[in-house]
């Protein structure tokens, strides 16, 4: 596709239950992020891919939160267990390099909301 | 760690004014200053960005200024215009990151026709 693609767009969940967010990045780049936007908030790192290595996971708040990209293009963010502070929305952004100071795309996000 | 501070919050301004958003940084080896521009409901996207080996940097209707000795930067948006409404958020790469961006809060801009 033309931009990078998330789902679900929306999710309600129960407090407890465990979900999973998919994001298909631009075909290509090898660079991944995940962060997390609450409510009238800046976007918070969560966690960075490059190919299918994590080199970064600093920002997961929590050991309920895990993410994977076995092939180094989707990737899945999953939270276990899920609390109402996860509340928010969920963004995930590709780059096409490694350099840093390249421009991140970012997807429209999964709002996540837990009840 | 880095911290990042935006201002205003919210800023509200005529077409045809211009508008001007400040965020302050703590680390003075971080590198590079990207804004994005979110509409409601839709994902950021860049808009213009710097790095530190430059004092400004100028896209039509939009500039960016560093000062790297204060640590601060700024967003100017002249002859602003209604489509120019959006939350602008300031963003910082500290040196030696692996890629986690820094955001500020966010500046909600109102362009009044």
């Known amino acids: 596709g033309a931009g990078v693609s998330q789902s679900p767009r929306y999710k309600v969940a129960k407090r407890g239950q465990d979900v999973a967010l998919r994001c298909d990045p631009i075909?290509?780049?090898?660079?991944l992020f995940w962060y997390q936007q609450a409510l009238g908030q800046g976007p918070e790192f969560l966690t960075y891919f490059q190919n299918e290595a994590q080199l970064d996971k600093s920002g997961l708040p929590s050991d309920r939160f895990f993410a994977e990209r076995p092939e180094g293009s989707v990737s899945t963010l999953k939270i276990q267990r899920t609390q109402q502070e996860d509340s928010a929305v969920y963004l995930c952004?590709?780059?096409?390099?490694?350099?840093?100071?390249?421009?991140?795309?970012f997807g429209e996000g999964s709002r996540l909301t837990v009840l | 760690g880095e911290n990042v501070e935006q201002h205003p919050s919210t800023l509200s301004v005529q077409e045809g004014d211009s508008a001007v958003i400040k965020c302050t940084y703590s680390?003075?080896?971080?590198?590079?200053f990207p804004w994005y521009k979110q509409e409601l409901g839709k994902r950021p996207q860049l808009i213009i960005d710097?790095?530190?080996?430059?004092g400004e940097k100028k896209d039509q209707r939009i500039a960016v200024t560093l000062n790297k000795t204060a640590k601060h930067f700024s967003l100017h948006i002249t002859e602003t215009q209604p489509e120019d409404s959006a939350v602008y958020f300031c963003a910082v790469l500290p040196r030696g990151s692996q890629g986690n961006l820094i955001f500020g809060k966010g500046t909600k801009l109102s362009v009044k026709p």
């Open positions: 075909s290509g780049h090898v660079s």
């Open positions: 680390d003075s080896a971080s590198n590079y």
């Open positions: 710097i790095r530190s080996n430059v």
């Open positions: 952004a590709s780059s096409g390099g490694t350099d840093m100071t390249g421009e991140l795309f």
